[in-house]
């Protein structure tokens, strides 16, 4: 009898076995004692050696089958690293979730918040595994195929430059800090490509220094090169990498030395000089709050609190000022601390980020710090009560904009508010309120018109929405709108809505939009930006490819068109604004 009730399979040998086994028992026993010493010998060793075999082929893993990337950390970068930190898990091979124990950080009681947070302590980050076995499928297949090529023309045209030019066959710097290379790492790292992997790798470790005279956006820079670097850091367990996102931390910290705390959006990474944007007195307020998530890992993996301090009084300095039902205006200033009157409301441009690091903080704190939660939540019943509006005649959903200090509506989404519905749906998968995935899934399919309504299935930057009636058209697209920067947001929602919900029409989506990219935009050195999603015939190449081309629009790709809607554990990681996956404190 065997007994199929618990993990192991047990032999039942009572004596209410029936009869005629009894005597199979007995007769084999009588043949075994027949047999000679030396045939005893001969049967017990193959008895052996097809035991051995069995074992052997039960527990094999083809190696053909995992594409992984060498990852042998660096080991004169770990011999610098232990200047600069003393972590009790260097000395232990596999430290999972080691927490030092008086490194909780909480949220302080009462209503008042302390802004000089966590002053010496520090949660040290779990060290998480993370293994990516190389593509499953034919659409995986294809996007590694798309990377390559981007890969390629980069390499060829712009190597160690900012961006690729790909119809002029040249580059674009903007902070010459080789921003294709480290914003693709972790991407190079999840799809499994060796020698790509190395190169870049390689790069980093020789080439990528940040000791130039040149002004960079404080934003810009932590979400691309040092969300970059530590994401890499995390996967890899390279130590170079946390080096050189521990230096470039140091030189960005100058910029939260403002009157009020909220930072200056530029700095020069020489001088370590912070100023106001040129243009404008005023900070974003979507960049203020959108390097919170990496400055909190510099010191979770450093061990040292001050970038965590700096970065998280700034979310608390928000948090203190006045909302329009938990909605923010997009500029503020570094000086006063205050948001700019009149300024717009949107979740578009400026302001996007802000409500997604509300969430992600959260998430990455091990849902310690309440009030981001309860920003978070003010702000989404803000969404439904000021911005949220359907279309005539078909009834779509979209989040529109207020203006004048939220007088006005204005019947616009940029393709930036589609980050929205995966970030929505986030929040529930964490036990935020299930009516958000009901916005999140009407907002994904306007989002989803947006492409489908072009020609080229492919979104424009902005779109204006038909609320009065005027004539038959749900939505429509203005000459100067009507360009495609090769952005990740929708795909970045519908691997989201795919991982929560199993439902592969969101992967057909994925595909046809990725269809649109192969069909308008590849060139033969790369892809690039658009003028024209209107017409198949005129596109009016803009001679770019972006480095989020790579870091966020294939990343999710790839991960959307995987068999496995787990291929990255979000119970582990919390994704920054650039695709960049970073580990969660959980306490
Ligand atoms: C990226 O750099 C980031 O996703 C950012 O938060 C917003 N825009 C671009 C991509 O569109």
């Known amino acids: 009898m065997v007994d199929y009730y618990h993990d192991h399979v047990a032999v039942d040998v009572s004596p209410s076995e ?16 027949q047999l000679s010493k030396c045939q005893k010998t001969v049967v017990c060793t193959l008895s052996a050696m097809v ?7 039960v527990s094999y893993e083809p190696e053909s089958a995992v594409i992984s990337v060498d990852l042998n950390p660096n080991e004169n970068g770990k011999d610098i690293l232990k200047n600069i930190r003393n972590d009790p898990r260097d000395v232990e091979p596999n430290f999972n979730e080691v927490v030092h124990e008086s490194q909780v950080l909480e949220e302080p009681a009462g209503a008042e918040i302390d802004n000089s947070v966590n002053k010496n302590q520090v949660l040290l980050p779990p060290k998480v595994e993370q293994k990516f076995t190389g593509p499953t499928t034919m659409r995986q297949q294809a996007v590694i195929k798309a990377f390559r090529h981007a890969w390629k023309g980069y390499k060829k045209f712009a190597w160690g430059h900012d961006h690729l030019k790909p119809i002029t066959e040249s580059y674009h710097d903007w902070f010459g800090l ?17 020698e790509e992997y ?29 969300g970059g670097l530590l994401s890499i850091y995390h996967f890899s367990k390279d130590d170079m990498f946390l080096q050189k996102a521990t230096d470039l931390a140091d030189r960005l910290l100058p910029c939260f030395e403002s009157e009020s705390g909220i930072p200056f959006s530029d700095i020069n990474l020489f001088t370590r000089k912070a100023h106001a944007p040129k243009w404008s007195p005023d900070s974003s307020t979507s960049e203020v709050t959108t390097i919170q998530l990496e400055f909190r890992d510099v010191s979770r993996a450093t061990g040292d609190p001050k970038y965590e301090n700096a970065a998280e009084k700034v979310s608390r300095l928000v948090h203190k000022l006045e909302k329009k039902d938990g909605l923010v205006p997009i500029f503020i200033n570094a000086n006063t601390g205050q948001f700019r009157s009149y300024s717009t409301i949107t979740l578009g441009a400026r302001g996007d980020s802000y409500y997604e690091y509300l969430l992600k903080q ?5 849902k310690t710090l309440d009030y981001l939660k309860e920003d978070y939540i003010m702000a989404v019943e803000g969404i439904e009560k000021h911005l949220v509006k359907r279309t005539v005649p078909n009834g779509f959903l979209f989040v529109g904009e207020l203006l004048g200090g939220g007088k006005d509506f204005k019947p616009k989404m940029d393709h930036l508010t589609c980050y929205l519905p995966g970030t929505l749906a986030l929040g529930v998968h964490f036990g935020m309120p299930n009516s958000h995935m009901k916005l999140a899934e009407e907002l994904l399919t306007t989002c989803y018109q947006t492409y489908a309504q072009q020609p080229t ?51 057909e989506w994925g595909w ?10 590849k060139v033969s050195n790369g892809y690039t930006s658009i003028g024209n999603v209107r017409s198949t015939t005129v596109v009016r190449p803009k001679d770019m490819m972006e480095s989020f081309f790579l870091s966020e629009t294939l990343k999710y790709l790839y991960l959307l068109f995987s068999d496995n809607p787990r291929l990255l554990d979000l119970e582990k990681y919390v994704v920054n604004s650039e695709a960049h996956p970073l580990p969660i404190n959980v306490i």
């Open 198 to 226: 190395t190169e870049a790798r390689d790069w980093v470790d020789k080439h990528l220094h940040f000791e130039v005279n040149r002004d960079v956006n404080l934003f810009e820079v932590t979400i691309r090169v040092l």
């Open 512 to 521: 046809r939009i990725f269809q649109g990219f192969e069909n308008y935009t």
């Open 18 to 33: 029936p009869l005629f086994q009894r005597r199979k028992t007995k007769s084999l026993r009588r043949q075994w004692n």
């Open 362 to 366: 959260w998430i990455q704190t091990g």
């Open 457 to 507: 299935f492919l979104a424009p930057e902005i779109t204006y929405f038909n609320i009065q009636g005027e004539n038959s058209n749900d939505m429509y697209v203005k000459s100067n709108d009507a360009h495609n920067l090769l952005r990740p947001e929708f795909l970045e929602s519908l691997w989201y809505m795919y991982q929560f919900t199993g439902n592969a029409t969101y992967q």
């Open 178 to 194: 080789g921003l294709t290379i480290v914003d693709s790492l972790d991407t190079i790292f999840i799809m499994g490509l060796k």
């Open 51 to 57: 035991f051995l075999i069995i074992v052997y082929v």
